[in-house]
């Protein structure tokens, strides 16, 4: 069982918006920085936000994240079909004195 | 910035061991940390463990904890991961990835090995 939670599943038309939920507790969301990868099939991730709320260059502006208390958010704004990918969060966990990671998100553009 | 290349997939008998490499390259004078990330087929990702290019330093996840060891070769700047006792349950995609710092995000990733553990 993952440390983090995701929904297993968003989907959105092209043009839309969503929104993907990462919960997790005071030993790693609560205490650390948030970062999230998009896994386009078959390929390695690639990191979209990191400390919580950074967007690496060459990152498309309509990726942004959030984090308040235990949990962080990953916002997509005008979807595109090329967006069609796995994203997962990660952080680290002073408890487990380790990086976890989220159970992933499969995002669907309809 | 640190390029990684993986060795090759990797096919082993349950019980048997996998040694997997991950060379780094582009990067010659700033220290680094390397993470090892696998993957199950049809599954997410999950951390293994990570240790850093300078002194050696490794942490690894608990679930791995006994049955994993990383470690660096720094003349060639070459890391590798011992994973023991394989199960089918270890058949995965394994990556190596790179991090500026212990708790700073990995944003370098290698291109990952496959290993398949079937009797």
């Known amino acids: 069982q993952s440390a983090l939670t995701q929904p297993p599943s968003v989907s959105g038309t092209p043009g839309q918006g969503v929104t993907i939920s990462c919960s997790g507790s005071?030993?790693?969301?609560?205490?650390?920085?948030v970062n999230w990868f998009q896994q386009l099939p078959g390929t390695a991730p690639k990191v979209l936000i990191y400390?919580?709320?950074q967007r690496p260059s060459g990152v498309s502006d309509r990726f942004s994240g959030s984090k308040s208390g235990t949990s962080a958010s990953l916002a997509i704004s005008g979807l595109q079909s090329d967006d069609e990918a796995d994203y997962y969060c990660a952080t680290w966990d002073d408890n487990r004195k380790g990086w976890v990671f989220g159970g992933g998100t499969k995002l669907t553009v309809l | 910035q640190v390029q990684l290349a993986q060795s090759g997939a990797e096919v082993k008998k349950p019980g048997a061991s996998v040694k997997l490499s991950c060379k780094a390259s582009?990067?010659?004078?700033?220290?680094?940390?390397v993470h090892w990330v696998r993957q199950a087929p049809g599954h997410g990702l999950e951390w293994m463990g990570l240790?850093?290019?300078?002194?050696?330093?490794?942490a690894y996840a608990q679930e791995f904890q006994g049955r994993v060891t990383m470690t660096r070769e720094t003349s060639t700047n070459t890391f590798h991961m011992d994973l023991s006792s394989l199960t089918s349950e270890d058949t995965a995609i394994y990556y190596c990835a790179a991090s500026s710092g212990w708790y700073a995000v990995f944003d370098r990733w290698g291109q990952g090995t496959l290993v398949t553990v079937s009797s």
């Open positions: 400390k919580s709320n």
């Open positions: 582009g990067n010659s004078f700033t220290t680094f940390h």
């Open positions: 240790i850093d290019s300078t002194y050696g330093r490794t």
């Open positions: 005071f030993s790693n969301i609560k205490s650390n920085t």
